[in-house]
């Protein structure tokens, strides 16, 4: 078996040695300001999950409330830091297959606080290396 299919399809043991806790800080850049961020993943590979997937492996997997997903916004005069309220996470393989060759795996968290969602993308022995922030907008047809 290549490298290359372990990673897309990783055996529940592999899995297991992926989720360790990650840290991420990435900037948001907007016009008027820069605002570092810092996402905390915490130890997820004694975790429950579910696992299927049409192009790829996809997971959803269990938190614990008591280690939640942390997100802290680094301001210029202060820092904002909160638990995510979300009892699931999800670790996806990327929908594109250029994306999903140089990050296998993708975590999705949902920002109900920000109303943000961040894509992060993880090589294949579990680091993060690229981050995606999409803002949710509601529109109103005119």
């Known amino acids: 078996m290549s490298h290359e299919s372990k990673v897309l399809n990783p055996s529940a043991s592999e899995l297991v ?29 004694q975790n429950r999950y579910s696992v299927w997937g049409d192009w790829g492996p996809m997971y959803t997997l269990q938190l614990n409330p008591k280690s939640p997903i942390r997100i802290t916004f680094h301001l210029k005069d202060r820092s904002e830091e909160y638990g995510l309220d979300c009892k699931t996470v999800q670790l996806n393989s990327p929908m594109l297959v250029d994306e999903r060759k140089e990050f296998p795996l993708c975590f999705e968290i949902e920002d109900s606080a920000k109303d943000l969602k961040y894509h992060v993308f993880l090589d294949s022995s579990g680091t993060p290396k690229k981050v995606r922030v999409f803002q949710k907008f509601e529109c109103s047809l005119i």
């Open 17 to 45: 040695g992926l989720l360790g806790e990650k840290t991420v800080k990435f900037c948001l850049n907007s016009l008027f300001d820069k605002t570092e961020v810092e996402i905390k993943i915490p130890d997820l590979s």
